[in-house]
């Protein structure tokens, strides 16, 4: 048995495309909408492919990989999206990605691309393959690049000492960096987030699905 882990944080989409994937009887499908999650699932299952959508919030697709990647170098990892990955390509060849396939592809198609990758064949849409001599690729139209939008390993270890209360001199010697280094991850934190205090950078983060859901302890803004 082929066994994937699909991580959307669509449900309808996820459940459609977990349904896809099974009517081919040698797969079965592990769905979560959650990144965190999905990095626990990997601890405690082995999973033949990965299946990531690229823009979800908190953590990306992208960050997402480079997390997996470093614990098992590997495992073939398929970006699948909705937006257009242009502006994107090059990360997501470097975090290792083995290919790519949209949401609007046919049962088929998708079932091809994962068979491929699963033989460590590259998987790369016909307009993106015309494209890969260019160096001035356009960012495209996403709000945010995902590089900026993504919340990484780092800032999400700042973000759970944040909720134990703990001041940025003290968050520094936990994580053993300077202070000005704590502040400077905070300020990016807040900008991700699209948050102005410690509290709502904890609530955005909940939300998200960045740090655990559970009880948190009230911080100072």
């Known amino acids: 048995m082929i066994e994937v882990l699909l991580v959307d944080d669509h449900p309808a989409i996820g459940e459609g495309t977990k349904m896809m994937i099974e009517a081919d009887k040698e797969m079965a499908v592990t769905f979560t909408t959650s990144s965190n999650e999905a990095l626990e699932l990997l601890k405690a299952k082995t999973f033949n492919l990965l299946l990531f959508d690229l823009a979800m919030p908190g953590i990306s697709g992208l960050e997402l990989t480079r997390r997996v990647k470093a614990i098992n170098s590997d495992i073939p990892i398929l970006i699948y999206t909705g937006y257009e990955i242009d502006a994107h390509f090059?990360?997501?060849?470097?975090?290792?990605?083995?290919?790519?396939?949209?949401?609007?592809?046919?049962?088929e198609q998708l079932l091809t691309a994962i068979y491929c990758a699963l033989r460590?064949?590259?998987?790369?849409?016909?307009?993106?393959?015309?494209?890969?001599?260019?160096?001035?690729?356009?960012?495209?139209?996403?709000?945010?690049?995902?590089?900026?939008?993504?919340?990484?390993?780092?800032?999400?270890?700042?973000?759970?000492?944040?909720?134990?209360?703990?001041?940025?001199?003290?968050?520094?010697?936990?994580?053993?960096?300077?202070?000005?280094?704590v502040e400077h991850h905070l300020t990016r934190i807040f900008g991700k987030l699209n948050v102005s205090s410690r509290a709502e950078a904890i609530l955005e983060a909940k939300r998200q699905g960045i740090i655990p859901n559970e009880e948190l302890v009230s911080s100072t803004t």
């Open 90 to 107: 090059n990360l997501l060849i470097e975090a290792g990605v083995s290919g790519f396939i949209s949401k609007t592809s046919t049962r």
């Open 120 to 181: 460590g064949e590259a998987v790369i849409p016909i307009s993106l393959l015309k494209q890969l001599r260019r160096t001035d690729v356009r960012i495209s139209n996403m709000e945010k690049p995902l590089e900026e939008a993504s919340i990484n390993e780092k800032e999400q270890e700042i973000l759970i000492e944040i909720t134990k209360g703990k001041s940025n001199r003290e968050i520094a010697k936990t994580l053993l960096m300077s202070q000005r280094t």
